[in-house]
């Protein structure tokens, strides 16, 4: 198992720069992958980007390409998205989610389904 916990959301203007972290209870490269969703209300739960073990090999939704960047620190069982140009449409709740077990799943990363564990989100809203 592992508990994740997300911090750095806020408000920002249209343009902006935030930068959030999920920090896990375990080692992050015990994790098949980690990813970030996001949720705004009214709408389902959205695959954002998504890191592999090793840190090395990301994938990102087309609507945060170029815009977004998806990291992570080891040595602080840290995962972290920076999150540049934001934009109206980006104001959601951002949820981190890590798949322990199951490495297949992460080549479906973009659904729900594929992550077992999941934090309490973080609120991310974007004025224009």
């Known amino acids: 198992q592992v508990q994740l916990v997300e911090s750095g959301g806020g408000s920002v203007q249209a343009g902006g720069s935030l930068r959030l972290s999920c920090v896990a209870s375990?080692?992050?490269?015990?994790?098949?992958?980690m990813a970030w969703f996001r949720q705004a209300p009214g709408t389902a739960r959205e695959g954002v980007a998504v890191?592999?073990?090793?840190?090395?090999?990301?994938d990102y939704a087309d609507s945060v390409k170029g815009r977004f960047t998806i990291s992570q620190d080891n040595a602080a069982n840290t995962v972290s998205l920076q999150m540049n140009d934001l934009k109206p449409e980006d104001t959601a709740t951002y949820y981190c989610a890590s798949n322990l077990w199951y490495p297949s799943f992460c080549g479906r990363w973009t659904s729900r389904g594929s992550f077992t564990y999941w934090g309490q989100g973080t609120q991310v809203t974007v004025a224009s």
């Open positions: 890191i592999y073990s090793g840190g090395s090999t990301t």
């Open positions: 375990r080692d992050t490269r015990s994790a098949r992958c």
